[in-house]
């Protein structure tokens, strides 16, 4: 299974950008997919995602705040809608899938596929 990320671009402070990401599979059963970014000189981190049942979780209020992850799940797609970007935000984004509902979903690794991830860069 391959994943595909979409979307990423310069942006400024305030701005908004939509990321995508589509599995080559749409037939295997995918329990979450989700979003994890990395900064330069840091760790990956969690960003959010969205199981099968329409759950949904984000890394922190201030990202649900901003954020919003959405999910379809005949499709095996998830996006990422980001309004008021801040220059914080600005990484590498990666879409991830999980396969086991039993896993600990912000950890990167009980994720079984990843994209190649997109630059996001947000000026100020």
């Known amino acids: 299974v391959q994943l595909q990320a979409s979307g990423g671009g310069l942006v400024q402070a305030g701005g908004s950008l939509r990321l995508s990401c589509a599995a080559s599979?749409?037939?295997?059963?995918?329990?979450?997919m989700g979003w994890f970014r990395q900064a330069p000189g840091k760790e990956r981190e969690f960003v959010a995602v969205?199981?099968?049942?329409?759950?949904?979780?984000y890394r922190s209020d201030s990202v649900k705040a901003r954020f919003m992850i959405t999910r379809d799940g005949a499709k095996n797609t998830v996006s990422l809608q980001m309004n008021s970007l801040k220059p914080e935000d600005t990484a590498v984004y990666y879409c991830?899938?999980?396969?086991?509902?039993?896993?600990?979903?912000?950890?990167?690794?009980?994720?079984?596929?990843w994209g190649q991830g997109t630059l996001v860069t947000v000026s100020s």
């Open positions: 969205a199981r099968r049942n329409g759950g949904v979780v």
């Open positions: 991830a899938a999980m396969l086991n509902s039993y896993a600990q979903e912000s950890r990167s690794s009980e994720y079984a596929y």
């Open positions: 599979e749409r037939t295997i059963s995918i329990y979450a």
